[in-house]
T-cell receptor, first 111, second 112 residues
Framework: GQNIDQPTEMTATEGAIVQINCTYQ??????LFWYQQHAGEAPTFLSY????GLEEKGRFSSFLSRSKGYSYLLLKELQMKDSASYLC????????????FGPGTRLSVLP | DAGVIQSPRHEVTEMGQEVTLRCKPI?????LFWYRQTMMRGLELLIY????????DSGMPEDRFSAKMPNASFSTLKIQPSEPRDSAVYFC??????????FGSGTRLTVV
């Protein structure tokens, strides 16, 4: 079976740093992806980790620990436009190219 | 590149009617996915294709749902007959092996 957990909601202040956690149990692992989804829009790709460690991409960074089944997305210098849902998705080796998405974390950035 | 193109953007239909959703993947992408998103259940995979061949349709809710991919540039998801519980946003996504998905803008389906 597969299980992916994320906090349901988070709130942070403009200019601050926020960390969104994702834990997973999957049969097989072939990469973890983070997507951003604004209300009423499609998810858009943010980052990809397949090896342990930190991947940095501008204001966004993503970390992976395969042994712990854990990832986080770090957003720095928060802006109002970062208010969105953030979806963690795992590609399981036994499922071909299929991703399983977590429930998403709704982030609200306050002035 | 125009991205993944879905149509229609919105569909309102009466219970019992047939609904057809359409998707044009990004040219050259060899995987195509149909997902459904609701507040209660999040993003759920319905079916995916590789090189136009259905690989996993275990997420298709029941026989009322069917999907086809007659060629590399077109796929349809059909619901017949539609029911109010089918109301959701249906996303199509495409990808190349090892890459992340690119999602279409989605079709918001309302069955009344």
């Amino acid at each position: 079976g597969q299980n992916i957990d994320q906090p349901t909601e988070m709130t942070a202040t403009e200019g601050a740093i926020v960390q969104i956690n994702c834990t997973y149990q999957t049969s097989g692992f072939n990469g973890l992806f983070w997507y951003q989804q604004h209300a009423g829009e499609a998810p858009t790709f943010l980052s990809y980790n397949v090896l342990d460690g930190l991947e940095e991409k501008g204001r966004f960074s993503s970390f992976l620990s395969r042994s712990k089944g854990y990832s986080y997305l770090l957003l720095k210098e928060l802006q109002m436009k970062d208010s969105a849902s953030y979806l963690c998705a795992v590609r399981g080796a036994n499922y071909g190219q299929n991703f399983v998405f977590g429930p998403g974390t709704r982030l609200s950035v306050l002035p | 590149d125009a991205g993944v193109i879905q149509s229609p953007r919105h569909e309102v239909t009466e219970m019992g009617q047939e609904v057809t959703l359409r998707c044009k993947p990004i040219s050259g992408h060899d995987y195509l996915f149909w997902y459904r998103q609701t507040m209660m259940r999040g993003l759920e995979l319905l079916i995916y294709f590789n090189n136009n061949v259905p690989i996993d349709d275990s997420g298709m809710p029941e026989d009322r749902f069917s999907a086809k991919m007659p060629n590399a540039s077109f796929s349809t998801l059909k619901i017949q007959p539609s029911e109010p519980r089918d109301s959701a946003v249906y996303f199509c996504a495409s990808s190349l092996l090892q890459d992340g998905y690119t999602f279409g803008s989605g079709t918001r389906l309302t069955v009344v």
